[in-house]
C-alpha cells in the first residue's frame, strides 16, 4: 500500500546470512534520557550522523568510519551507542558491524535521527 518515503542511501536489505544482534535493550526499553545521553559525545554523534547519511551497506565494520582513534576507544563509543539503543551490532567472524536502530529511534523518539542527521560538527560549520 504505502511506500518508503525515506531520503536516507538505498542499502537497507539484509545479508542472506545474517548474525543475531548483541546484546541490546529492547524498543520499549529506550530511554530518552540514556540515547540523549549517548549522543551529547560528538564522536558519537558523528558516528550516528554517518551512518544515517552516507552508509553504503547493511552493516557497516568499524574501519568504515575512518576515525583515527586507538581500538579500545572506539570499543568504548560503539559499546555506549549500542547499550543506549541508538545502533545494532552484529558479529561477522572477527569484525562487529554496525547500523542505526531506525525503526525503534522513529517509533520511540519521532524527529530525533532528524535532528542528528541535520547536525554539523563545529569543523564543518562554514
Known sequence: MGMSTSTAP???VPPAELPPPLPEPAREELRLEVVLGALSD???LTIVRKLLLERESYDHPCG???????KSSLTHHFKALRDAGILRQ????????SRVRTEDLDARFPGLLDLVAAWKPVSDRG
Open 10 to 12: 538505498a542499502p537497507d
Open 42 to 44: 560528538p564522536l558519537r
Open 64 to 70: 568504515w568510519f575512518g576515525l583515527d582513534r586507538p
Open 90 to 97: 552484529r558479529q561477522y567472524g572477527l569484525e562487529r558491524r
